[in-house]
């Protein structure tokens, strides 16, 4: 089991050693200036290369990706000095030279351009509202895809079967912003008036007292349009692993023994059939939380999405980073426990190999 885990930890370290590197080169071929974006374009020289120089900008390329490695690892080298621990809010260890440390400190993502804001602190700021979407889209997509899966396994061939399977394929086929627009259209728009519902408004309101909270009826229509892809994705799955499952000759004989229908299909089918299901229901998750970008800008949420595309059109590549650096650790950490609770779930499966 730790040889297991272990393996799966180094190959995610790998994955995300890769997509830092990537992320690094895409953004540092691009031409723009961050001194000046930070300045302002009449900012004199000396300002520039200040700045140049407190950003590190001013050293070689392979200098920079190395500094900004350190910066994101847990344990890195940094000055001991005042200054440097309140940047970093690090633990030292011990000291490696009379002026640097070995220090253990969260990840430091740097500061946004436009505002100066320590980026860790954007991301904790917009994470609950993107986290509570995809939530409740993967919510609505589990229930009703395996809902809907079951039955049509049970009553293959039927037109309940024909049925499902055709909106499932639609589903797939429509991008999540364009079911955005179309929900926040017709619901939001045309039928405001009887559905209640807003096109836009954010998950969090002001209340007559002055305190932000949550404005879950906001959250129906943008859940249900990030959910729509998943919903056909769960339902064919599911449909074809319980199809699966049923024909098994341990199904044949738990018929014979006489056990109930019902306890045969959930007991013994169903739980057989969830293991790829939900190795895709994770993996759909972590997938949300990219693809809410849209559906959080059509529907104006101030999360992760919100807040990439925000930064993109402004050229803040901090926080563009940030946030891609944050969606790709959040896929690698769900694969990983994908990977256990489906060694879990599957008696086959000899996780101490």
Known sequence: MYKFILNKLFYGILVLLGVIFVIFALFNILPVD??????????????????????????????????????????????????????YRYIKLFNVSKEKALVIKPPYLRRSYQTREDVLSILKRALPQTILLAFAAMLIASVTGIFLGVI???KQHSWFDNLAMSFSVLGISVPSYFSAIVLGYFFGIVLHKYTGLDQTGGLTVIDDYGNEVLAYKNLILPAIALGTRPIGIIF??????????????????ARAKGL???????KHALRNAMNPVVTTISGWFASLL????????????????????????KFDFPVAMGTVLFTA?????????????????????RIGK
Request: overall charge negative; aromatic content about 12%.
């Open 34 to 87: 961050p001194a000046r974006l930070t300045l302002g374009q009449r900012a004199d020289v000396e300002s520039v290369q200040a700045i140049n120089k407190e950003l590190g900008l001013d050293k070689p390329k392979y200098v920079q990706f190395a500094l900004y490695l350190n910066d994101l690892s847990p344990i890195a080298i940094h000055y001991n000095d005042a200054a440097s621990k309140e940047k």
């Open 152 to 154: 049509a396994a049970v």
């Open 329 to 349: 650790s959040v896929f690698i950490i769900m694969n990983f426990l994908a990977d256990i609770l489906y060694a879990l779930l599957d008696p086959r499966i």
């Open 236 to 253: 064919q799955l599911t449909r074809s692993a319980m199809l699966d499952v049923l024909s098994q000759d341990y199904i044949r004989t």
């Open 290 to 313: 990219a693809g809410a970008f849209f559906v959080e800008v059509i529907f104006d949420i101030k999360g992760l999405g919100y807040t990439a595309v925000d930064a993109l059109q």
């Open 260 to 266: 109930s229908f019902g306890k045969i299909l959930f």
